[in-house]
């Protein structure tokens, strides 16, 4: 390559690069002048070089050429945008925010459009998701906070390119995502709905909490913590792909739920009649399917503030298990 690069006259230097394969960000990050660069004016190009790199510009320049091929071209304020949550570069990176990487004159726009997002989804939250470990959060929960964010800075902003709008959805998110993951485990033990007609007795006092692989925890009402929180830290510990059935016992009471993660159903059990004289106790198991972590902790909720009784108005329960598979096809399709 000397020869044709040192030696030969600037027309030959431009026309050996457009024949071969070569590597453009090199002279990029040297300074090299990329509009002549595009052009294939190489040697015109590295007039503007220095001898000292700058990675940096390389890298964006990457990053435009492959927004480039997807046919994506950033205005003024999807570059502010993206810089602010330092996803300019690549946008697979956590965002976060940036104000001084935004051109000081950009940035009230820049922040008018974050202000738009945060104000869309005031008050939602991104709970924690149990059966996918500890640190999970609810992939339903994250997908509808997106879609709030979305529509609302696309509505405010139509100009904006979705790589801007999905940055500043992405941001929320994660914000939303590490508040719920800094915060303590929620005591929810408060049932969805009025259960203040049931007495004061229904609420649990001592539970039993198992899996599929036998694993055991007992709970006792004077205790530090609450059953609700107990239970999901149980579940946190111990979900896997192969461990996705989790029962909550009342030993006393004769009662329990257990939860069919792989299913998406929960069933109650109520013990109908006890084993005498060597014979079999007699249950009653009713189910019923669940719609995501949020709907699980609802159930978990009411059963330890009332026992099977609480969860009555929680229907609709069916015994045949025929039944549960047909509800779910249909669910399925709708």
Not at 293 to 303: K, P
């Amino acid at each position: 390559m000397l020869d044709p690069v040192l030696l030969a006259p600037p027309a030959d230097v431009d026309a050996l690069f457009r024949r071969i394969q070569w590597d453009r960000s090199r002279l990029v990050a040297h300074g090299a002048d990329i509009h002549l660069l595009e052009r294939g004016q190489v040697y015109q190009a590295m007039r503007a070089a220095t001898e000292g790199a700058n990675e940096n510009r390389a890298q964006e320049h990457h990053a435009d050429r492959r927004r480039a091929e997807r046919g994506v071209a950033l205005g003024p304020l999807d570059t502010g945008i993206l810089r602010y949550t330092g996803q300019y570069l690549h946008g697979a990176t956590v965002p976060r925010r940036s104000p001084d990487a935004v051109d000081p004159a950009l940035l009230p726009q820049v922040m008018r459009v974050i202000a738009t997002a945060e104000q869309a989804c005031a008050g939602m939250r991104i709970g924690l998701d149990p059966r996918r470990g500890e640190r999970a959060t609810d992939k339903r929960d994250w997908d509808r906070m997106a879609a709030t964010v979305d529509a609302a800075v696309r509505r405010a902003y139509p100009e904006l390119v979705d790589d801007a709008v999905r940055t500043v959805s992405f941001l929320m998110c994660s914000e939303a995502t590490d508040r719920s993951r800094s915060t303590p485990v929620e005591d929810d033990e408060e049932p969805a709905g009025n259960h203040a007609d049931l007495d004061a007795s229904a609420r649990k006092t001592a539970l039993t909490f198992t899996d599929d692989k036998g694993s055991e925890k007992k709970w006792l009402r004077d205790g530090p913590r609450t059953a609700s929180a107990e239970f999901w830290e149980f579940v946190a510990d111990r979900s896997a792909g192969d461990n996705e059935v989790f029962t909550i016992e009342d030993e006393e009471m004769g009662e329990g739920i257990q939860l069919h993660f792989y299913a998406d159903s929960i069933a109650r059990i109520t013990t109908v009649r006890h084993g005498e004289a060597g014979s079999d106790p007699q249950y009653q198991v009713e189910y019923r399917l669940v719609d995501g972590i949020g709907g699980y902790r609802r159930l978990v909720s009411a059963f330890v503030s009332g026992g099977c009784a609480a969860l009555d108005q929680h229907g609709p329960w069916m015994s045949d298990v025929t039944e549960v598979e047909r509800a779910r096809r249909q669910s399925r399709h709708t």
